[in-house]
């Protein structure tokens, strides 16, 4: 089966990793946080895209996100990736590449695996021992999650209203999920991403003839 990433169609969701280039630093204090998250809302407005759930760490990002036909994924994330890095090297009067080669994807099946991507996602924190709870990590989607913030560029996503019918409900049971252990499912997890399609068998095989199709020739007269 080609490779997921590669594939761009309409109303897709994808897991994006954006990593520092040998694992240096990309985010040295909080101006370069902001400023990170100021290019995403640009971004955002220009191609439409829903920002699901986010995480930024010193020397990487972790991005879930859905786009639109007028948006492609590689459009999205090389002028998100370019932009922050010209502003970065110009701050610190930095030479050479920032970001280690392209970014990273994997195709998200939303109603079984969005949920569980986001929880992943929001843990980087806990894993790399920066906090003992996600809500202390300033740099993540997690407390529009958990306590009901606004913050500007997360947008909620439909499958997250399972938790419960009113907000406090889904908030506490939120919580309870991303601090519970999920050991085995965290692995599979894993083992899905370095495949590059976060789904069931259906699904693949979904993704596999959107690929195909959308490598057909276009129907129509042949420019002259």
């Not at 089966?1 to 240096?24: E, K, L, T």
């Not at 191609?47 to 879930?64: A, D, E, I, Q």
């Not at 920032?98 to 079984?112: G, M």
């Not at 899905?192 to 199709?213: A, N, P, S, T, Y």
Request: proline share 4%.
């Amino acid at each position: 089966m080609p490779r997921a990433a590669r594939m761009v169609a309409p109303n897709m969701v994808y897991h994006v990793i954006s990593r520092g280039n040998d694992r240096q630093w990309v985010f040295n204090d909080r101006e370069d946080f902001e400023r990170y998250i100021e290019i995403c809302k640009r971004y955002k407005d220009r191609y439409g895209f829903r920002l699901y759930h986010w995480v930024l760490m010193s020397n990487h990002v972790h991005l879930v996100m859905e786009t639109k036909e007028e948006g492609p994924l590689c459009k999205i994330m090389q002028g998100i990736n370019l932009s922050y890095a010209l502003w970065f090297s110009r701050k610190n009067r930095k030479v050479g590449h920032l970001w280690q080669d392209r970014f990273k994807s994997a195709l998200i099946e939303k109603e079984s695996y969005l949920l569980e991507c986001g929880r992943y996602v929001e843990r980087n924190p806990l894993r790399a021992g920066l906090v003992e709870d996600p809500k202390n990590y300033p740099w993540t989607s997690y407390r529009v999650y958990a306590y009901g913030e606004h913050d500007g560029i997360t947008d909620k996503h439909d499958v997250y209203e399972s938790f419960g019918k009113k907000p406090f409900q889904r908030e506490r049971a939120y919580r309870d999920y991303v601090l519970s252990r999920r050991d085995r499912e965290e692995q599979e997890l894993r083992v899905k991403m370095g495949r590059g399609v976060l789904g069931g068998g259906d699904f693949g095989e979904l993704i596999e003839k959107q690929i195909i199709e959308s490598q057909r020739p276009k129907r129509g007269r042949p420019r002259k």
